[in-house]
Each structure stands twice: as C-alpha cells, then as structure tokens.
C-alpha cells in the first residue's frame, strides 16, 4: 500500500483558544493529523507553560516544547476592540474552536464562536461540567485526580491516595476531546452541521475509571488500592528479583499454569487447588504472593523477565523513564527537530502510524506571536496595539465577520 501523501486534517482550520495542557495537547493532535492550528495567546505573556519550568532549552520550557507543535502563534488583546475583531474573523474562518475559558470569562469576553460561525465545531474544555455547582472551579489535573477518586486507588495499600506521575486527567480530557472533534467533523461532512462540545476534566477522569467504576457500581463497596498489583488478577503486579523490580501480566489461567511449570519450574503451584482459577488466586492473593516473592529473589530481574518472554508470559523490567527512552522501540518514537530560536532539540512524536508509517514531528512550537503579523494580514485585519485595553468594547460574537 502506498503511503499516503495527504493527512486525514488536511484543510482543517483550528483556532485555539486553549492554555495549559488539556487543550494543547488536543489541538497538537489536530495538528499532527494535518489541520492548521492556529494558537490564540495573551500578549506579552503567552501561554503560562511557557514559564513552567526548569528544565528549559534555551528560555524554552520543555513543558511547553511537549505540547504544542505544528501550531502558529498569533497574540490577541481579547478584551480590545481590535483583538476581538481579529478573533471574529478567525473564528468565521475556522472549522473548529477549543477553549478553556471559565464561565464568567466567556461571559465577559462575550465569547460565543458559534453566533459566529454556526457551522463551526466549538470544544469547550473545562475543569466541571457547566451544569454542576463546580462549573466555575478553575481545571487543575491534581483536582481532577483527587475529587474523581483516581487518586484514591493509586499508591501502596497502606499508604496514603497518591496522584500518577504525570497529569493523567488532563491527558485523558486531551483524547476525549480530539476523539469527539473528529467526530463532530465527520458528522458535519455529512449533514452540514456544527457541534458544540464539552468535555471536563473531572467527568474525563470518571469515565477513565473504567472496570474499576463499574466495579463499584456492581457491588455497591469502595474500590480498593492495591499500589502495583491488579484487584481481579493474580499474579498481575511488580515483583522483586534480585537485583531490581519488574512485572508480570498473567491475565489468564494458562499464563499461570506455564509460570510454574516453565518459569519457576514448581509444577505443584500450578495443581494447588488454591491457585487453580484466577478467582482462586484472587481470593488467596496473600499466600501467592508471597511464595512469588520467594522464588523470585533468586535471580535477576532480566534473568526472570526472559524465562517469561520464552514461555510466552507479559514481563517487563521496570525501567525509569531515561531508561525507557534508550530503548530500540522508544528511539523509534524520538525524533531531532530543528528550533530557529533554541537550536535542535529531542522530542517524542505521534505514536500511531499510518500504512506502517509515523508522521514526522513537523513544526517546533512558535515563539510567541510568531505569526500575528503574517495571519492579521492574512485575515484583512490591522491591528494598531493588541496590547491595549479598550474602554468600551464591542463583542466579538456580535460582530459581523468581513472575509
């Protein structure tokens, strides 16, 4: 099969209106799959992660680096009459919109993208839902986590409820919201309709509960933690051997069975009636477990993990995460980019491929307002001082867009 020489975005105009995380991350997805993003930002001061660091490359921050490729930069006084009429007819151009704007921010700004483009695909990313009494709590990944109960079930069962290691809600909402934009695409292909979209940190990070919700639902009891081991599957977890950590995934009976006859080589642990079943080895987790341990000390976690892989079982060694980049198969996934202003500079691109092939990085992320000159002109707007403040401004979504 041919590679393909378009992208499925190709021709897609996306205005992002977005800061932080969540929106980025979804709007560098768009982008990555061929749509023009064009990144909407305060003048002056920008997006605030590009101030969210060290570490820095150059007066860079490498936060700021991860999330927001093959975007344009074009900064706006929103609240001046001049940056209002930019965004209008950025908005009247644009296929879709993404902002996290709160509330009373929109309402301020009388920011209503669709008044002005009714065809338009409007995402709204948000830390709570607008119909709940949290709507106008600010969306911070540590909230999410910790209200939705994620934080809950992550850490070491007797210790305290600990957040994942990166902002997991904020990169859960990223997904949803690029899923659902594609989408609401698609659909209007089809029926010349636009959409509004919402998505919310905290009803992201409940849906991505998953078997663990329902769980709960199911059973009517609190779900449990169980730091690096599975609540319905044994042997599921980190072990420790020797020298370092590693896991084993034996999601079935017959991982189990060839565990203990291939791997550990003690065939009685397999025909114990307590370990018999997986519900078996659930219900006796503690005495599994510990015999496990046993064994496993004896040799080396790369000695442990490739009598697994031989026998077929899921083992890994737990690696760091600099560790993990050396890899073969995560070399496969960085790539050099060339960044005008800091010099060249590692980065991790877009994992899924296409006819067997990954994407290219693309674009660095733009300096700030790199491109508010080229795209104002492009959009027959001359903004004299997008750094100031009007009086008494007109809304942008009450504005008639001249194209």
């Not at 994407?359 to 707007?381: F, K």
Request: aromatic residues 6%; proline residues 5%.
């Amino acid at each position: 099969m041919r590679r393909k020489t378009t992208l499925p975005l190709d021709g897609i105009l996306v205005a992002d209106f977005s800061r932080i995380l969540a929106g980025p991350l979804a709007t560098q997805f768009l982008g990555d799959w061929g749509a023009r993003v064009i990144k909407v930002e305060e003048p002056e001061r920008g997006d605030e992660t590009r101030r969210w660091g060290p570490p820095f490359v150059g007066d860079v921050s490498a936060y700021f680096l991860s999330i927001n490729r093959n975007k344009e930069s074009v900064t706006l006084d929103l609240k001046s009459d001049e940056g209002a009429e930019a965004a209008s007819r950025l908005i009247a151009r644009a296929d879709v919109v993404v902002d996290n704007f709160l509330p009373a921010q929109k309402e301020s700004l009388h920011f209503a993208p669709r008044s002005i483009n009714p065809r338009i695909i409007h995402c709204t990313i948000a830390g709570f839902d607008s119909d709940t009494d949290d709507a106008d709590t600010p969306g911070y990944d540590l909230l999410a986590q910790a209200g939705s109960g994620l934080m809950s079930i992550t850490g070491e069962a007797d210790g305290e409820p600990m957040k994942i290691g990166v902002a997991l809600a904020d990169v859960l909402t990223a997904h949803y919201a690029f899923g659902a934009i594609c989408a609401a695409l698609r659909w209007r292909e089809k029926s010349g309709e636009g959409a509004a979209l919402e998505i919310s940190l905290f009803s992201a990070a409940i849906a991505s509960l998953a078997n663990v919700a329902q769980n709960v639902l199911v059973t009517g009891r609190e779900a449990g933690r169980y730091g690096n081991a599975h609540p319905s599957i044994v042997p599921y977890q980190v072990f420790h051997a020797s020298d370092r950590p590693f896991a084993i995934g034996a999601g079935t009976d017959q991982h189990f069975v060839q565990l203990c006859e291939r791997v550990l080589r003690r065939p009685e642990l397999a025909q114990d009636k307590r370990f018999a079943t997986n519900s078996q080895r659930v219900n006796h987790r503690g005495v599994l477990v510990a015999i496990l341990e046993t064994e496993f000390r004896n040799r080396t976690a790369s000695q442990w993990v490739g009598r697994c892989r031989r026998a077929s079982i899921p083992a890994s060694l737990v690696r760091g995460v600099r560790e993990a980049l050396r890899t073969p198969a995560a070399r496969a996934l960085v790539e050099t980019v060339k960044h005008a202003g800091i010099g060249a500079y590692d980065a991790v691109r877009n994992p899924v491929r296409i006819d067997g092939q990954r994407r290219a990085i693309g674009s660095p992320p733009p300096a700030l307002g790199e491109h508010t000159a080229a795209v104002l002109q492009e959009l027959g707007v001359i903004v004299a001082n997008t750094r100031r403040s009007a009086g008494r401004n007109t809304p942008p979504s009450r504005r008639r867009a001249r194209q």
